[in-house]
């Protein structure tokens, strides 16, 4: 299995400047989660999925923020219009369906996001 | 609500030295507990667990211990190597829920 697949690696992009960041989870998987991670704050859940729906958006930092899940085996990430302060890596995750215990987290390698 | 909070780093130590994160936590209940870890450049892995009080996660020479009567994880290793320089995650989950609770993150540097 390829694992999380992230894209982007790097985005550069100036202030003002619509991104797209895309994230194909794990076959099977039917969670998948959006964490942004800087040095001041950490790291942080943003949004997570469940069978494609929305379950939690409350760590969204603001309406600039828009995630989709079109289908099981894509997500994106917007920000709209970017700002420095959007500055980060960004990672997703995705677990399979729950069921006994808590499920492990398997991480992309995250899209480092510079906003000029 | 449920909290987890980590050792501040970094933690700089010399190879086949002694290492100790601390994790401490604050929840109801019995918790599952997580130590994941962030090469750099890289996403976080899960590195142990352990799901119930007195169990001992252990991996690629770590270990941890579920104490429930001090709410605590700590991460220990009896010799480091360079290789295991990274950033450290403890985290909390819960049973059939869907988020884990993750601290801040310590970042360990071994030196030749």
């Known amino acids: 299995d390829a694992g999380v697949i992230q894209s982007p690696r790097h985005e550069v992009t100036e202030m003002g400047q619509e991104v797209t960041l895309r994230c194909k989870p794990i076959?099977?998987?039917?969670?998948l989660f959006w964490y942004r991670q800087t040095m001041m704050r950490g790291l942080e859940l943003l949004i997570y999925?469940?069978?494609?729906?929305?379950?939690?958006d409350s760590g969204m930092p603001e309406d600039r923020f828009s995630a989709k899940m079109p289908n099981a085996s894509f997500s994106t990430l917007k920000i709209q219009p970017s700002e420095p302060r959007d500055s980060a890596v960004y990672f997703c995750?995705?677990?399979?369906?729950?069921?006994?215990?808590?499920?492990?987290?398997?991480f992309g390698p995250g899209t480092r996001l510079t906003v000029l | 609500g449920d909290s987890v909070t980590q050792m501040e780093g970094p933690v700089t130590l010399s190879e086949e030295a002694f290492l100790t994160i601390n994790c401490t936590y604050t929840?109801?209940?019995?918790?599952?507990l997580f130590w994941y870890v962030q090469y750099p450049g890289e996403g976080l892995q899960l590195l142990l667990k352990?799901?119930?009080?007195?169990d001992k996660g252990s991996n690629k020479g770590f270990e941890a211990t579920y104490r429930k009567e001090t709410t605590s994880f700590h991460l220990e290793k009896g010799s480091v190597q360079v290789s295991d320089s990274a950033v450290y995650f403890c985290?909390?989950?819960?049973?059939?829920?869907?988020?884990?609770?993750f601290g801040t993150g310590t970042r360990l540097q071994v030196f030749p």
């Open positions: 999925f469940n069978n494609n729906v929305p379950i939690d």
């Open positions: 985290a909390l989950g819960r049973y059939n829920t869907d988020k884990l609770i």
């Open positions: 076959s099977g998987h039917d969670y």
């Open positions: 929840a109801t209940g019995y918790p599952s």
């Open positions: 352990a799901t119930k009080a007195d």
């Open positions: 995750a995705s677990i399979p369906r729950l069921g006994a215990g808590v499920s492990e987290q398997f």
